[in-house]
């Protein structure tokens, strides 16, 4: 069953007119990672990840990110069109975020834009904003897109969507 798109509101952008396939795009925000009052990142030289019904990923150039807080993961996984996931725990103080965030050091040539950059789940941390609104989690256990107020969903990842 396909979902029946919400109607944009004035400054929003609908994510049912996402392409699919994805693609990947440079963006000026200002992204914020925050987690038990450690500056995890800031950037405003992110990559973002457009897909039909998905909220935005954000990935993050390395070298805007706080050095020595990210130990690679033994987890991988496989996306059709970007190639490849690692994934990256976050320790910050004596707490591990396992499997946290996730990049392609080797995507495909359509994804290059994303090489080594690293994308974070909302969920487990305490703050993270897209120029300076705090972000929503994509709904599910799997998807990593980040919610703001100028985007129209439904968002894949509810109950019922796995068909979407």
């Given at each position: 069953m396909r979902p029946r798109p919400d109607t944009p509101s004035p400054g929003q952008e609908s994510v049912w007119r996402y392409p699919r396939p994805a693609i990947a795009e440079s963006s000026d925000r200002r992204i914020r990672i925050e987690h038990r009052g450690v500056?995890?990142?800031?950037?405003?030289?992110?990559?973002?990840?457009?897909?039909?019904?998905?909220p935005p990923s954000w990935y993050l150039p390395p070298a805007d990110l706080t050095p020595g807080l990210l130990r690679?993961?033994?987890?991988?996984?496989?996306?059709?069109?970007?190639?490849e996931a690692v994934y990256w725990h976050l320790v910050v103080g004596g707490e591990v975020l396992r499997d946290v965030a996730w990049s392609y050091p080797e995507p495909t040539?359509?994804?290059?834009?994303?090489?080594?950059?690293?994308?974070?789940?909302?969920?487990?941390?305490?703050?993270?904003?897209?120029?300076?609104?705090?972000?929503?989690?994509?709904?599910?256990?799997?998807?990593?897109?980040?919610?703001?107020?100028?985007?129209?969903?439904?968002?894949?990842?509810?109950?019922?969507?796995?068909?979407?």
């Amino acid at each position: 069953m396909r979902p029946r798109p919400d109607t944009p509101s004035p400054g929003q952008e609908s994510v049912w007119r996402y392409p699919r396939p994805a693609i990947a795009e440079s963006s000026d925000r200002r992204i914020r990672i925050e987690h038990r009052g450690v500056l995890v990142a800031d950037t405003g030289k992110a990559v973002r990840t457009l897909e039909t019904s998905h909220p935005p990923s954000w990935y993050l150039p390395p070298a805007d990110l706080t050095p020595g807080l990210l130990r690679r993961s033994d987890r991988r996984s496989f996306c059709e069109w970007k190639g490849e996931a690692v994934y990256w725990h976050l320790v910050v103080g004596g707490e591990v975020l396992r499997d946290v965030a996730w990049s392609y050091p080797e995507p495909t040539p359509a994804f290059a834009i994303l090489r080594d950059h690293i994308a974070f789940y909302a969920g487990p941390l305490d703050r993270c904003t897209v120029d300076g609104e705090p972000v929503v989690a994509q709904p599910g256990g799997f998807y990593g897109g980040w919610i703001t107020a100028d985007l129209a969903g439904p968002f894949k990842g509810v109950p019922g969507s796995m068909g979407w």
